[in-house]
């Protein structure tokens, strides 16, 4: 699909229905991840954020992230401008491989020029997207977890 330059980032409130909040992803065999039915018991905190990246009237990607303030961590190094954690993020099967991902990372860099972004690693798949990217792995110090999938990723 051409068109990735018109890719829109939108945001995904959690709404509370009964006595959960939940995001508002609509449901779709597109995306096999299920964190985006996670539900909360109290009001997400302000840090953390939903959104959907759309192509036409076609949700193409899910991300969650958080954002967290300035400070020194022990892997990362100095942090002056906090960083951007990026729990969750998904590509719909059918657009993967087409730089979807690639345009929504960048979506997420231009609305949030200053802090480090930081992605979690939980994959295969997920692991050769971060590597493509070019950024920086971070494999578990702890020998008994160097073969783990979680392994976290940060932009060079």
Same mark, same amino acid.
């Given at each position: %699909?051409?068109?990735?330059?018109?890719?829109?980032?939108?945001?995904?409130?959690?709404?509370?229905?009964?006595?959960?909040?939940?995001?508002?992803?609509?449901?779709?065999?597109?995306?096999? %991840?299920? *964190? *985006? =039915? /996670?539900?909360?018991?109290? #009001?997400?905190?302000? #840090?953390?954020? *939903?959104?959907?990246?759309?192509?036409?009237?076609? #949700?193409?990607? =899910?991300?969650?992230?958080? %954002?967290?303030?300035?400070?020194?961590?022990?892997?990362?190094?100095?942090?002056?401008?906090?960083?951007?954690?990026?729990?969750?993020? #998904?590509?719909?099967?059918? %657009? !993967? !491989?087409?730089?979807?991902?690639?345009?929504?990372? !960048?979506?997420? !860099? /231009?609305?949030?020029?200053?802090?480090?972004?930081?992605?979690?690693? /939980?994959?295969?798949?997920? =692991?050769?997207?971060?590597?493509?990217?070019? *950024?920086?792995?971070?494999?578990?110090?702890?020998?008994?977890?160097? /073969?783990?999938? =979680?392994?976290?990723?940060?932009?060079?």
């Amino acid at each position: %699909m051409s068109g990735i330059e018109s890719l829109q980032m939108v945001n995904r409130t959690p709404v509370r229905k009964r006595r959960y909040w939940t995001p508002t992803y609509e449901s779709s065999s597109d995306f096999q %991840m299920l *964190w *985006w =039915r /996670d539900k909360y018991e109290s #009001e997400p905190p302000i #840090e953390d954020h *939903w959104v959907s990246f759309v192509l036409g009237d076609r #949700e193409v990607a =899910r991300c969650k992230y958080v %954002m967290t303030g300035a400070r020194a961590d022990p892997v990362l190094g100095d942090l002056p401008h906090g960083q951007l954690d990026i729990l969750a993020f #998904e590509v719909a099967v059918p %657009m !993967r !491989r087409k730089g979807v991902g690639r345009a929504a990372i !960048r979506a997420i !860099r /231009d609305q949030n020029p200053l802090p480090r972004l930081i992605a979690l690693n /939980d994959g295969v798949e997920s =692991r050769k997207f971060w590597d493509g990217l070019g *950024w920086v792995r971070h494999q578990p110090a702890h020998a008994i977890f160097r /073969d783990v999938e =979680r392994v976290t990723y940060s932009e060079q």
